[in-house]
């Protein structure tokens, strides 16, 4: 029966994930079905720790990251958890090797949500890394399977694609972050003065990210890739229309892309693949 509430926990872990985001369902169900469940149960958990930021306003958030926290230690330490997100979690973090000061660091950025409206540059980064390019890193254990040589060689070119994943998040939300949420994340720019020459600056530092994690998708083992260009090119295609978008725009509505032209993204890079293109 123990495979059953195994497969049960890691079902619900593919539904927040289908729930929440269909362009990484899109991208997971692209990768060989072996790693498949680690990512679910890794996106399950970092997204129930965002809810408890962006979601639970009538609750008091620190204490239910502080409880969030120790749950998800105490879950790795005894090898189960009742709740089924932790409970998948766990596992992958246990079979796979997952740095425990890389859950922490998560955990600590999604704290500071609660507290920081405004980010220096120090705080920025530290954000950054904690946010999004440990959970790169994490992924990046499951697909390279416990080759740690591999691991460690594509370990920069993992965080570049988590950066470039949050940073265009931090531009795609920028009306909300600022408006709702009180939120501003690029160090140094003044929102109520935001000018084209903001945003050209904060997008070539993005496109760097965007630029250095392809060439680790490249080298990415088979099963893994694709699924990871897949997430790849949905984020260049809404970076790009960002791109295009006036400044004045962007503090205005949220961009986005359109499920059929995910579609289209994905059965492109299916053709690529096909054409060793990727």
Do not use: W
Request: glycine share 6%.
């Amino acid at each position: 029966m123990m495979k059953l509430y195994n497969e049960t926990c890691f079902e619900c872990s593919k539904l927040i994930t289908q729930k929440y985001s269909t362009s990484f369902s899109l991208g997971i169900r692209a990768f060989d079905k072996s790693f498949r469940y680690p990512i679910y149960a890794i996106y399950g958990f970092v997204r129930y720790a965002d809810e408890i930021v962006d979601t639970f306003h009538t609750h008091d958030k620190l204490q239910l990251i502080n409880n969030f926290r120790a749950e998800t230690f105490k879950a790795i330490s005894d090898g189960i958890s009742l709740n089924p997100v932790l409970h998948s979690f766990q596992q992958v973090v246990t079979q796979y090797g997952i740095h425990h000061e890389q859950i922490g660091a998560f955990l600590s950025s999604m704290e500071m949500d609660i507290e920081k409206k405004v980010y220096s540059e120090d705080a920025y980064q530290t954000y950054i890394y904690g946010s999004a390019e440990v959970v790169g890193l994490m992924c990046l254990r499951v697909f390279t399977a416990n080759d740690e040589t591999l691991y460690q060689a594509l370990l920069p070119q993992a965080r570049s694609l988590g950066a470039a994943f949050q940073k265009v998040n931090f531009l795609r939300d920028v009306q909300a972050d600022l408006h709702e949420r009180g939120r501003t994340y690029f160090p140094g720019v003044d929102f109520s003065n935001f000018t084209e020459e903001d945003k050209k600056d904060i997008q070539e530092d993005i496109q760097k990210n965007f630029n250095d994690a392809f060439e680790g998708i490249k080298r990415l083992p088979n099963g893994t890739r694709l699924g990871v260009y897949i997430a790849y090119i949905y984020y260049l295609q809404l970076f790009k229309k960002i791109s295009y978008t006036p400044a004045n725009v962007i503090l205005q509505k949220r961009i986005r892309i359109s499920d059929t032209r995910k579609m289209g993204l994905y059965v492109k890079a299916v053709l690529q693949q096909k054409l060793n293109v990727i």
